[in-house]
């Protein structure tokens, strides 16, 4: 219980939905398997600061795609459970390997399929074009859309919170991060 303030003290992991959190919910099919998303650049950054701020970043999601998988690895992201129309089995699996209690974890999602998963998170958000059920279960909704720097918003108000902006950005310009991302 508690403000949004005292719940963001507790969050070690940052947990997010991809379709319509992520991206602005498009999803293109191609022939075959082909299927594309598209990303935004700024919530990329918005996991790299979370993860020089000391917070895990995990992918929910119940569609299962390579671009995701490939979307994860660039951001370095610590977990990917696809593919469960349901999303508590994995859910309960990240939580499992990572020793985490529900009060620790942040979840973003945007739909109806996340309301089992917004309920019982430590700080649930939904993002501002979400479904109105999505909306009524969480601590908190952006004031961006999926897509469209949603991600970004949540995780610069988590680090405010957390106090560690500030040596999450000194952390990514030093030289010895030379890395390509996004
Ligand atoms: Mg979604």
């Known amino acids: 219980m508690g403000g949004i303030e005292e719940r963001i003290q507790r969050i070690k992991m940052l947990i997010i ?3 319509g959190v992520m991206t602005d919910g498009g999803i293109i099919l191609g022939p075959g398997s082909i299927e594309l998303k598209r990303f935004h650049a700024r919530d990329g950054m918005g996991v790299t600061l979370a993860k020089a701020a000391g917070l895990m970043v995990g992918i929910l999601t119940s569609r ?21 129309f349901h999303k508590e ?15 620790e974890v942040a979840y973003i999602g945007d739909d109806i399929l996340d309301i089992p998963i917004l309920r019982r998170t430590g700080f649930s958000i939904c993002v501002a074009d979400g479904a109105d059920e999505a909306k009524q279960v969480s601590h908190y909704v952006t004031q961006k859309k999926g897509g469209e720097g949603a991600v ?17 950005i000194v952390s990514i310009l030093s030289p010895s991060k030379n890395s390509a991302k996004k």
């Open 17 to 19: 939905d991809v379709d």
């Open 64 to 84: 299962d795609s390579e671009v995701v998988r490939r979307r994860a690895s660039e951001l370095e992201i610590d977990e990917v459970q696809q593919g469960f």
């Open 89 to 103: 089995e994995g859910y309960q699996a990240i939580l499992k390997r990572h020793g985490l209690r529900e009060e």
């Open 152 to 168: 970004r918003e949540v995780v610069e108000m988590l680090l405010n919170g957390l106090g560690k902006k500030e040596e999450a």
